[in-house]
């Protein structure tokens, strides 16, 4: 069970000083010159501007903190509301606005012809875990939240090593903290939001 903690990640501030960018993870690279295939992360956006140009690229973008963003993409104008995820193109002319102010959003962006993005924003519930599948990535956004072992992980205990079996080890999450999916699909339970974000191979 592998989990990201936002207070791990790096800081890289942006070139032109609008904010700053704290990757998650990332895919390497398949083709010629590519650094990577697929890469999540959580911005900081203080300040309106252009989006560098990603062609080859698709992105989907959500606002985890702060109100509203507003884009331009190749004209169209998109205002885009907190927990609703939106996809778009890397090679499209974009730029954003913050009609509310800074924010953080979560970006999911994916090589077109290698890999497809979904992103989803759920309820958490204490009664219902939510598992995390391999290629998955679930990031809690808001609330409180504990992760354990999935269901793949118990094996039931026979009468002579029932006393002895340990309990499943829980963990709590924090805010912006990251569940990595795996075969074994731990779950999350609690009250709040999560992010999920899957990475499939293209077809």
Do not use: C
Request: charged fraction near 20%.
């Amino acid at each position: 069970m592998e989990i990201i903690r936002y207070a791990s990640l790096k800081a890289a501030p942006w070139a032109n000083g609008g904010g700053i960018t704290r990757q998650i993870a990332a895919g390497a690279g398949t083709g010629t010159g590519a650094e990577w295939d697929w890469r999540l992360s959580l911005a900081e956006v203080s300040k309106a501007g252009p989006f560098s140009p990603l062609p080859g690229i698709d992105r989907i973008i959500t606002v985890v903190e702060g109100e509203l963003i507003a884009l331009s993409v190749d004209g169209v104008e998109q205002a885009l509301e907190k927990f609703r995820p939106f996809r778009f193109s890397g090679d499209a002319d974009t730029s954003a606005t913050l009609p509310t102010g800074a924010l953080k959003d979560l970006n999911l962006m994916t090589r077109r012809g290698a890999f497809k993005g979904y992103a989803a924003i759920i309820e958490l519930s204490k009664k219902r875990p939510h598992p995390v599948f391999a290629d998955q990535f679930a990031v809690l956004l808001q609330g409180s939240a504990t992760v354990s072992p999935g269901s793949t992980n118990s094996q039931p205990a026979s009468d002579d090593t029932e006393a002895s079996t340990p309990a499943p080890v829980t963990e709590a999450l924090g805010k912006f903290d990251t569940v990595v999916g795996s075969e074994d699909a731990p779950e999350i339970s609690g009250r709040g939001f999560l992010a999920v974000l899957s990475i499939d191979p293209a077809s």
